[in-house]
Structure formats: structure tokens, C-alpha cells
């Protein structure tokens, strides 16, 4: 996916399992969307003889919208991507508004790798940055569990380094 910012810098892609967490996480949300009220009118009896054509309207409304979210944020992932230059991280995310974070390496002040059931059973973790600055805190979300590992110990080897420098 093109960027045009940072155009001459080589982002790494999140890790292509994180499709299918995306498509989990946000699937189970369109299922509660749409779900949700036509169950709630289902138990409630809210069906009457000429009614029920509102609610499959509705629920057909539902489900486009769910739909959407869920292609929405699969798009979103697949234009995430980040890069490891000599004296920052930089991370780009955005479909519409494109965003490139620069992450200096002298700025780390922390680097924790996360993971949860999801994550875990696709062996996938996510990075999160923390720096002096609140404004330029990351999170790289789907990276894989040795690549996680390998990140960390290289971020903090390098926020050690260029902090001494300070």
C-alpha cells in the first residue's frame, strides 16, 4: 500500500495472522451489533404481523454496517507497517488520514510486548512504546511473538544508549 509520507522508507507489514485476529475481534463486534436487537426483540415478541418488515430493514442495516466496520478494519491493518532507522522508530498507520510517528530511540523510556488469548493463539504480540512524551507514545499491534522479543531487546538497548548521550 503506498504512503506519501516517508515515501523513500521501507515499512515492515504486521504480520499477516493479524488478518485473521482483526477479523475475529471485529466480527465478534459486528455479531453483537446486529445481533443484539433483533434478539432482544425476538424474546420481547416485538414482532407483530405487519412490523416485522421494520426489523429486517433494520437488521439489514445492522449487518451492512457491520460489514463495513469489520472490511474497514481489515483495510486498516493491512496499511500498518513499521521501520527501524538508525536513530528512530518510525510507525505509519491511517487509510484516509495517513499518519507516520517518528519515534526517537533516545525518548524510550519503556517498551512492553503484550499479548492475550487471541494474540497468543495466533503467536502474535503487540509492542507498545513508551516515551518522555505522551504525545508520541506507539503500539505496533501485530507483530510476531520472536519478533516482539527481538524488538525489545533492541529498542531498549537503544533508548540505553541514546540516553546516555542526554
Known amino acids: 500500500m503506498r504512503n506519501p509520507l516517508a515515501q523513500a522508507v521501507h515499512f515492515t507489514p504486521l504480520h499477516p495472522k493479524f ?22 426483540a425476538l424474546i ?32 486498516r491493518a493491512r496499511v500498518f507497517g513499521y521501520a527501524e532507522l538508525a536513530d528512530e522508530l ?18 524510550m523510556q519503556q517498551v512492553n510486548v503484550e499479548t492475550g488469548p487471541l494474540l497468543k493463539r495466533y503467536d502474535l504480540a503487540s509492542v507498545e512504546l513508551v516515551t518522555a512524551s505522551a504525545g508520541t507514545d506507539a503500539k505496533i499491534p501485530g507483530v510476531a511473538l520472536e519478533e516482539a522479543e527481538r524488538l525489545r531487546e533492541k529498542l531498549t538497548a537503544l533508548g540505553e544508549a541514546n540516553m546516555e548521550g542526554l
Do not use: C, E
Open 44 to 75: 420481547s415478541r416485538r414482532f407483530s404481523s405487519d412490523g416485522w418488515i421494520w426489523w429486517v430493514v433494520a437488521l439489514a442495516i445492522l449487518v451492512a454496517v457491520a460489514v463495513w466496520l469489520v472490511w474497514l478494519a481489515l483495510r
Open 19 to 40: 488478518k485473521n485476529v482483526t477479523l475475529i475481534r471485529w466480527g465478534l463486534l459486528a455479531l453483537i451489533i446486529a445481533g443484539v436487537p433483533f434478539v432482544v
Open 90 to 107: 518510525l510507525i505509519r498507520s491511517g487509510i484516509m488520514f495517513h499518519r507516520v510517528t517518528v519515534v526517537p530511540y533516545g525518548r
